[in-house]
């Protein structure tokens, strides 16, 4: 890797300390969304008493993935491509029970101030052809170093438990058969996605109408 990467406003000379503070600011980054997360769970938790996300996962992509990826675009493997061309280095992914939760969640992330929504693409609404769903935000937070402020690009992801245990299967898959799984299994995971979509509607509709049925309850009780 030869050259120069700006990001944020700092110039970076590329080498081993370059990709180290880069991938420092990344993992910064990744703490830093993720802390912003839990605190918004935990206030809605305080005032509706419901908790929206299930679980969280986040992750830094290997050297060996960017590298991959970067090639598969056109690239060459340089530090400036890295930060310039790929959106999704640093990731993290929001697991909640309902379908509605989705919208509720990237409502509340882009109304955190300190952060700055790049680009959304909303696979719920519109699935890819291979029937998956999820909702997608890239942002930047700002990392705040000894010297110097450098915001840093984050890829959230936000989809059902259904939603996710189907995309888990589906990389799975993808990486065994690399990206060219037999027909019969594409249309067999196509298939599932559309069970997926029915399941997480079911949820939903079963869900408010225990809500509904609390809500009797305590009307009655106190009439």
């Not at 438990?161 to 898959?173: P, V």
């Not at 298939?191 to 979509?197: H, K, L, R």
């Amino acid at each position: 890797m030869n050259g120069s990467v700006l990001t944020g406003p700092i110039a970076f000379d590329e080498g081993i300390d370059s990709w180290e503070t880069v991938m420092f600011l990344y993992n910064s980054a990744l703490k830093e969304v993720g802390t912003k997360l839990d605190i918004l769970n935990d206030e809605f938790r305080h005032i509706h008493q419901y908790n929206p996300i299930e679980y969280i996962k986040s992750r830094v992509k290997s050297p060996e993935s960017i590298v991959k990826k970067l090639k598969s675009h056109g690239y060459e493997t340089s530090i400036n491509n890295m930060v310039e061309h790929l959106n999704d280095i640093a990731g993290i992914r929001l697991v909640c029970s309902f379908t509605k939760d989705i919208y509720r969640l990237a409502e509340m992330i882009a109304s955190q101030r300190d952060l700055n929504v790049l680009s959304i693409k909303d696979y719920f609404k519109e699935p890819k052809e291979n029937g998956y769903k999820s909702y997608h935000m890239i942002v930047t937070v700002p990392i705040f170093m000894s010297d110097r402020t450098v915001d840093t690009k984050v890829e959230i992801q936000i989809r059902t438990i259904a939603m996710d245990f189907w995309a888990s299967l589906e990389h799975k898959i993808a990486y065994k058969f690399e990206g060219n799984a037999p027909a019969y299994i594409k249309s067999e995971l196509r298939e599932c996605a559309g069970i997926v979509s029915i399941l997480d509607e079911k949820m939903l509709s079963l869900n408010e109408a225990i809500l509904k049925e609390k809500e009797k309850e305590k009307q009655e009780a106190a009439s």
